[in-house]
């Protein structure tokens, strides 16, 4: 969705150069910024890892950051009736699984790397992040064992609320097997496999990073390794290829409401199941009156208008 050159001087998303100028306060950043967060925390993760990079340019933000803010804003227009879905299946057997990856240098200006994860269940998205690591990483293996121990931490607390959730309602527990992670950065499996290793190439990687190990060790968690084309958790560190990231993004349940539901189905039936989805899309018309500029709004408005008439809902002016 958003191309980097390899270039830094040519890199759209680099911190702001001397002889730029600062976006006057007219313009809406802090704003376009805080409601694709709520977006992208929400129902949309496909943009998470775009509005990070753009959030960290926040105190002093550019023309071309602007721009890119605008891109996302044109990606949403065009996906507006894209969401996370769950469907409902009779007999299900829904378990817990974890993808991560991590982006080597994805800030070269600074020289941090970029953590990302999702975990999924029933095929769908339930819990995902992209963020900027605090460390700076020595290697792409580093940078691995980095956002493997955030999304191990992450696997334990989801572990934990599914349990107390299946066991108040007098299910069966499902948290008896390990929750399998995908990773595919084969030295960090094996290092999960060994535990700490005190040598020349891993002695400066603190032993808190190998909690992953004691984990594992516990059957709590299985690493496991996944080729990298199929890491879902892609989506989140870097950017990727049109083909790809769509493929990604379809592999974390995100699809089109009007994709989903057959054509034979009752428009009742839709609009009972958009629940949460109406609501955000009302939530972002209000946004959008406020973030972006008179010419895109009304496009952006007008496409509002028009699903919401296909759906049967009343726009109060």
């Known amino acids: 969705m958003i ?10 998303f680099r911190p702001r150069d001397d002889d730029e100028d600062v976006l006057e306060a007219e313009v809406s950043y802090l704003s376009a910024i805080g409601a694709l967060l709520y ?42 009736d894209m969401g996370l879905f769950y469907p409902y299946r009779e007999s299900r057997n829904d378990v817990l699984v974890g993808f991560a990856d991590a982006g080597y240098l994805s800030d070269p200006h600074k020289g941090h790397s970029q953590s990302g994860y999702v975990f999924t269940m029933g095929n769908t998205a339930i819990s995902w992040r992209s963020t900027k690591q ?18 191990v931490r992450e696997c334990i607390w989801l572990r934990s609320i599914i349990g107390h959730i299946r066991s108040t309602c007098g299910l069966r527990s499902a948290t008896d097997e390990p929750t399998s992670i995908y990773e595919d950065n084969a030295a960090c499996i094996e290092q999960m496999k060994q535990g700490f290793i005190k040598g020349d190439n891993t002695k400066h990687i603190a032993p808190k990073y190998f909690y992953n190990q004691q984990q594992q060790s516990l059957l709590k968690i299985q690493v496991n390794q996944v080729r990298s084309e199929n890491n879902v958790a892609d989506l989140f560190t870097k950017s990727l290829p049109k083909f790809t990231f769509e493929k990604h993004v379809k592999s ?38 406020n973030v972006v500029k008179k010419v895109i709004k ?10 919401g008439e296909s759906l049967e809902i009343k726009w109060s002016n």
């Open 3 to 12: 191309g980097r050159s390899l270039d830094l001087k040519k890199n759209p």
């Open 252 to 289: 974390i349940g995100s699809n089109s409401v009007l994709r989903v539901f057959r054509p034979h189905e009752s428009q009742r039936n839709i609009n009972k199941v958009l629940g949460s989805s109406f609501s955000m899309i009302t939530r972002l018309k209000m946004l959008l009156n």
């Open 134 to 151: 605090t460390l700076v990483a020595t290697s792409s293996n580093h940078a691995e064992i980095i956002a493997l121990h955030e999304v």
């Open 298 to 307: 009304v496009d952006l408005v007008n496409s509002l208008h028009a699903l």
């Open 39 to 80: 977006l992208a925390q929400c129902t949309r993760p496909d943009i998470s890892f775009a509005v990070n990079l753009l959030a960290r340019h926040s105190s002093a933000p550019t023309q071309r950051h602007w721009t890119g803010i605008k891109t996302i804003f044109r990606y949403l227009k065009g996906t507006i």
